[in-house]
């Protein structure tokens, strides 16, 4: 596709993007709430997807899967942070921000940015008109994937199983996935991102591999700036004293299994 055109479509991508953020957050702020935050990042990725498909205007089969795949992330992390708010009323991340329109605004903004720099790699490859045939780089991207998506899913639902139990008031987890790594579920998403990055990058030339910068900017965020940091203050916070933590601190890695380093 020529260059105009791939432009085109990033620039309509971008623009529905902060659009949606946008009127997200001016919903959001009026009624003082963030329940539906991150179902709204998460359906845009969706939206974009299935846009610059549509855009595209091919129907390369690498273009289906990929889409395809993005869709079923959407879908059941949407569904599962929705489900997971409503069930308990609020998130932790906005306590110091519901309040505020202005911080507010900067929230959904990021968000908006998060979308558009993950979903490069499958923008670049939707509006391509090139297609090759499919090699060992997709398959083990789509592999990569798959493992990620399972990952994450498992580690989500032990935790919310966890959580439930009334016997499990006051503790933290260390059972299942959770007993490898102290964030399995970001592991699981950059794994995922990864694994859509590589396959999508068997058709690009040139500048377009830029877009590795999609599972490096989600590693970047999730590592230092809005997950780990936030939730491992909040657990030091809780469980600091606690000798128990303590050792999982020690011998539990942060992200990848058989590693033994911490970020505290």
């Known amino acids: 596709m020529p260059v105009s055109a791939m432009g085109n479509i990033f620039l309509k991508c971008a623009v529905t993007d902060l659009a949606i953020q946008w009127v997200g957050w001016g919903v959001a702020s009026a009624f003082k709430t963030e329940k539906f935050y991150d179902l709204a990042g998460s359906g845009t990725f969706v939206l974009l997807t299935l846009l610059s498909r549509r855009w595209g205007g091919t129907g390369y089969r690498r273009q289906n899967v990929q889409s395809g795949l993005v869709t079923a992330w959407g879908l059941r992390l949407g569904s ?20 505020s329109p202005g911080t507010f605004f900067i929230y959904w903004t990021m968000q908006a940015v998060w979308v558009f720099v993950t979903l490069l790699p499958t923008l670049i490859l939707n509006s391509e008109q090139r297609d090759r045939p499919l090699g060992v780089r997709d398959y083990l991207g789509w592999g990569l994937w ?64 830029l877009s590795v910068v999609s599972p490096l900017f989600l590693y970047f965020l999730l590592n230092y700036v809005s997950g780990v940091p936030i939730l491992e203050k909040q657990a030091l916070k809780k469980w600091g004293s606690d000798p128990d933590y303590q050792e999982y601190m020690r011998n539990t890695p942060v992200l990848w299994p058989f590693t033994r380093w911490t970020l505290i």
């Open 146 to 209: 798959a493992l990620g998506f399972a990952t994450e899913g498992f580690a989500d639902q032990q935790k919310w199983n966890f959580k439930k139990d009334p016997d499990n008031v006051g503790r933290f987890i260390r059972s299942g996935l959770w007993a490898y790594s102290r964030h399995p579920n970001y592991l699981g998403e950059i794994m995922q991102w990864t694994g859509l990055y590589l396959s999508a990058s068997s058709v690009m030339q040139g500048a377009q591999h």
């Open 80 to 99: 599962f942070l929705f489900l997971r708010i409503m069930n308990e009323g609020l998130d932790r991340r906005f306590n110091k921000v519901r309040d």
